[in-house]
Structures are given as structure tokens and as C-alpha cells.
């Protein structure tokens, strides 16, 4: 801030930043207002990673505060009750236990029904922290993926149109995808199961806890990886940010080993540009098997 | 119950389902009482896993009537709030939507503090449905884990005097480790990150959705492997119930890849005795690395 304003315009803030943000209400219950944003649709709902990220943003903003600040989410698990619309939306924090090194609460997001009550979208419950506060000691045995540089991957624009008809979320993030898992966008899916991608905010914002949140649920589901099309709703996703991350690009990986009964497991790991594993997050989703 | 008692006793119920039942009281408000069992305990404090069993059992009772009942924990969060005792608890749950096919809720889980007020000792967010209503669709590519028969692993008989003094759990379950896994009861881990074992109830009793949620948690911690001593205190854990189980013995398989910053992911899975992936679960945990 010690820069004129008359020799460089103030930079906004970025989208996500600005369409994530929330405001505590006057008075003794702590809720947020916030205005989910139609902008990151997906499908038929508003995405999960981001509705994650606007209650990790009311969360952080409740457990930040104190003697002992914990303003990072250490785990985060949301399950998912109905679907989201742009427009305005509560997030209600009830502290569950403030602790000397980390501090539970639940959040309950929520938006106005038809008739005006409201209406529950996801309810979290969440452990934060201080991740600068962690000790420096790394065992981590996984390994980072390789991918092609990312010039050398397939951007948002490379995207079916139909695809991006549905998805106006791919205009709010910079993603390139592994030329290697992204056969299903033509027909030929891999049957790994495995996405790979970069990810960034296409304003050159540097990712930080909370971007983390977006990015284990950004690519598209690993489903269309084994040749099943269509959205897979998401019931329940657990994310853990375990550091930190890099400025830079941040790589991610969805995965799945167990698709059965209609219903699939899909893993996320986050790695940040110094090889840093930073997030790991795990989701049951519903899939929906095309009629034979 | 055609046989006559005067031919047959009748049989006790297992230990386990005796240990984890819950009543509910009588009123508007759904709260089931339970007696949490000393003889559950390991370390400090009662196994995560039971008390999991404990909540779910509530969750089930509630949401396992009606006229679409969901009996099944699909996918539950615990969170682990502070240290349970033996003595008498609380669960409350409160019902946050009632679908078709899925119905979630919370569950909190309470014993009176020392002046008498509640205590949270866990709260929970779960998801259940009916297993049985799942197609039959399996395209599972996790491979199950090959086990030495249980004759040739290593019984909780054969654990050392101290670990046993800490771990009365250790008589109520049939473990069997696979000795490939157990050189850290004698100083010498093989760092892989892996325990692996079969698991049953002693009385025979066969699995059902519910034994799978004490499952996940049953085995030693898997920094025990790592060759980092100590109890590793959960945070969260999330576990998904993908199937039930066939009768006979389970097989777990305990792993982490991401140990940094003093917390370990741990995530375990349980397989049947057809080879089918019946539940997945990851936990954030805590780990004290010994002073150098």
C-alpha cells in the first residue's frame, strides 16, 4: 500500500477471492452472509469445491480470531444435502472446541427456499489450525505425478462445447490436462481412472490453504476416465491440507480404486510447485451407469 | 427362537454388540443412552473405532426406521473432540434430511465432565442408505491383499506384556497380523507404512455394516511401522461403507503416504472373504516424534 494510486490502478481482487467472500453479521450467533456465485456452475449445481471454500472462508474467519488463532483447515469433511443456486447464502459456525493447537466447529450452509425458509445445501464439520506451526519433519512416501509441461497440456478451451455450455467454471480457472487422461473427451477413455492437471487461478494469484479446498474437486469426475459420462454427485468429501503451498502451479490427481454398487470413491492429492504433497482429500460420489 | 431353552442356552450376544448398545429415550428429542465400555480402551483413551460403532448404532436406530428406512452408514466423519471414559454417554442426533435413497444426520456424542455439565466427547455427520438397494455393478480396481493363512500370523496373544497392559481391547477382538507387518514389536519396522491383518469377532459373529466401522480403526497405529512409538490420537476419520460384508473373516490393510508436519493420513481397508473392497476409510492423526 505504499504505492500511489495514481501510478497503478488498484489490482481487484481475484474472482474466486471476491465471489467466495463472506461478511459476519452483527450480534451474537455467528453467521455469514455470502452470495454463491452462478458463475462456477457445474452441471446442474454450483461446484463443490468452491461451496467448501466459501464455508472454510467463514470457518477460518471464526477460528482465525483469539489469543490462539487456528485460521487454516487442517481436515474438512462436507456432506452435501441439496443443490446449490446463485444467490444469497447463509454460513452458520458453531464452535465445537477451541484448543491450544487446533479448534473443531461445524458449519451450515444455507439458502432461502422456494417459500423463503431456509434451506440446508452442506453441513462441515472441520478441525483448523495454524500450519505454520506444524514441525518441519517430512516422511511422505507418495510420490508427485509427472505431467507434460503445461503449455504441452489441454487448456479449458480444448473443452467440448457441450461440455463447457454446462460448465461455466472452466472460465474462472486456469486448468490443463494430461494429454494422456483426457481420451474420454473423445470417446476413448483411458479406464485407468486416473485424471491428471495443472491448476492455477487465472489471475496469477498464488494458491494458497484455502485455494487447496478448490482445487481437490476442480478436475472433471474420474468416472468419465473409465467411459461413464454424465455429473457425478458428490455426498460426501473429506479434504486434509497437510502444508502450506508453494506459489506456482499446483498439480492435482483424482483417482479411484473402488467403483461399485453405483457409488464411487475418488481420491485427490494436491502437490505444490517445490514437489510439497499438500492436500489429500477423498469423496463418495453417485454415478449414475448409462442404460444398456 | 423355536428351540426350546430347555435344550439349548440361550447364547449371550457378543461382546461387541452388548458393548455398543444404545437406548433410546423416550420424548421428542432423539437421544440414545449407551454405557461406554472399559474394556474397549487402548492407550489413554477408548478406541476411536468402538466409539464410531456407538454413534452409528444411534444413526442407524434413527434412521434405519420409516417408511424408507436406511439402516446402512454409507459414509460417516468423526471427529474427535476430547478423551472418553468408561461410564455413561449421550448420543444425540439430529436429522438434517431425509431422502430417497440417502438420508444424512449428525450425531453427538457426550459423557458427563466432572462438575456433571456434557462433555462432546465426538461429534459425526453420516450419510446412510440401504446396501442392499445398490446395484450390483462392480468394476473395483483395487486388488485385495495377500495374507498369510491366519494360523500362521501372529495373534494379540503373541503382543509384548506393555503394549497388551495398555490395550484391553486387545482380548475383546480376534486379530491376527501379518508377521511380514509386526518387526516393530520388536524394534525392527519396515518403514513401509503397511500393517496388514485378518480380523473377527471372537464369538464368531459375522460381519455386518456396523463391525466394519470398528475395522477400520482396529489395527495398530501404522507409524508403529514407521518405527515411531506412541499412540497417535485421531482427529477425523471417514469411513465408507461399500458393501456388506460376506460371512467369515476380514482382511485390513492399515497404510499412510503422507506423514509430515507431525500428523499422519492413515487409511485402511477392509476386504471380504469373496475378495470384495467392503469399506475404505482415512484419518488425520497426530504423531509425537521421540526426541532425538
Chains 1, 2 share one sequence.
Not at 25 to 45: C, E, F, H, Q
Not at 188 to 207: V, Y
Request: hydrophobic residues 35%.
Amino acid at each position: 500500500m505504499t504505492q500511489s494510486p495514481m501510478t497503478q490502478p488498484p489490482t481487484p481482487a481475484p474472482d474466486f477471492d471476491r465471489e467466495t467472500a463472506v461478511t459476519r453479521r452483527p450480534g451474537g450467533r455467528s453467521i455469514y452472509d455470502t452470495d454463491l456465485p452462478g458463475a462456477w456452475k457445474v452441471g446442474m449445481g454450483i461446484n463443490g469445491g468452491l461451496l467448501l471454500s466459501v464455508a472454510a472462508r467463514a470457518l477460518s474467519a471464526e477460528l482465525g480470531e483469539g489469543p490462539t488463532p487456528h485460521p487454516h483447515p487442517f481436515s474438512i469433511s462436507a456432506y452435501y444435502l441439496s443443490t446449490s443456486t446463485a444467490g444469497p447464502a447463509t454460513v452458520e459456525v458453531d464452535t465445537l472446541r477451541r484448543g491450544r493447537t487446533v479448534s473443531t466447529a461445524s458449519a451450515s450452509l444455507c439458502q432461502p427456499g422456494e417459500d423463503g425458509t431456509p434451506v440446508e445445501r452442506l453441513r462441515a464439520l472441520a478441525t483448523f489450525g495454524d500450519l505454520a506451526a506444524q514441525d518441519g519433519d517430512i516422511r511422505t512416501s507418495a510420490k508427485p505425478p509427472h505431467l507434460p509441461a503445461p503449455e504441452e497440456c489441454f487448456g479449458t478451451e480444448a473443452a467440448p462445447a457441450e461440455f463447457k455450455a454446462q460448465s461455466p467454471l472452466l472460465d474462472r480457472v486456469d486448468l490443463r490436462l494430461d494429454p494422456a487422461c483426457v481420451g474420454w473427451a473423445v470417446g476413448a477413455p483411458s479406464n485407468k481412472g486416473e485424471i491428471r492437471g495443472w491448476f492455477r487461478l487465472p489471475e496469477g494469484r498464488d494458491p494458497d490453504p484455502l485455494l487447496l479446498l478448490l482445487a481437490v474437486d476442480i478436475l472433471p469426475p474420474v468416472s468419465f476416465d473409465l467411459g461413464v459420462p454424465g455429473w457425478a454427485p458428490t455426498l460426501e468429501l473429506t479434504a486434509h491440507v497437510r502444508a502450506k503451498p508453494a506459489p506456482g502451479w499446483l498439480r492435482v490427481v483424482h483417482s479411484t480404486r473402488n467403483f461399485a454398487g453405483g457409488y464411487l470413491e475418488e481420491d485427490a492429492e494436491v502437490w505444490d510447485s517445490t514437489d510439497r504433497l499438500v492436500a489429500q482429500s477423498r469423496q463418495l460420489a453417485r454415478v449414475r451407469l448409462p442404460k444398456k
